[in-house]
């Protein structure tokens, strides 16, 4: 059974930084095709905010480019999400998200409030 841990999420005002981190238990990282963040806002959808592939690729959501960056340690079997000038429409549940194949995995989010 795959399970994801997210922590570092919090409140913090306008222009401050987060990092949020995601270990993975019971995967095997060569099957692995992407690891990233998705995030919620009330009333919205699910959206990509970042992800890193199993070839080292990054993708980021337009907002967020230059702002956010998302890493991966194989050997910590954790990902990453630095989140700096942050603003307050980054407010929303965080999830990590692994993919393995077809297959999605999900952690249980974690909470990312910015206040003005």
């Known amino acids: 059974q795959v399970q994801l841990v997210e922590s570092g999420g919090g409140l913090v005002q306008a222009g401050g930084s987060l990092r949020l981190s995601c270990v993975a238990s019971n995967i095997i990282f060569r099957a692995v095709n992407a690891m990233g963040w998705y995030r919620q806002a009330p009333g919205k959808q699910r959206e990509l905010v970042a992800e890193?592939?199993?070839?080292?690729?990054?993708n980021y959501l337009d907002s967020v480019k230059g702002r956010f960056t998302v890493a991966r340690d194989n050997g910590k079997n954790t990902v990453y999400l630095q989140m700096n000038s942050l603003k307050p429409e980054d407010t929303a549940v965080y999830y990590c998200?692994?993919?393995?194949?077809?297959?999605?995995?999900w952690g249980k989010g974690t909470q990312v409030t910015i206040s003005t």
């Open positions: 998200n692994v993919r393995i194949w077809i297959t999605n995995y």
């Open positions: 890193v592939t199993g070839s080292g690729n990054t």
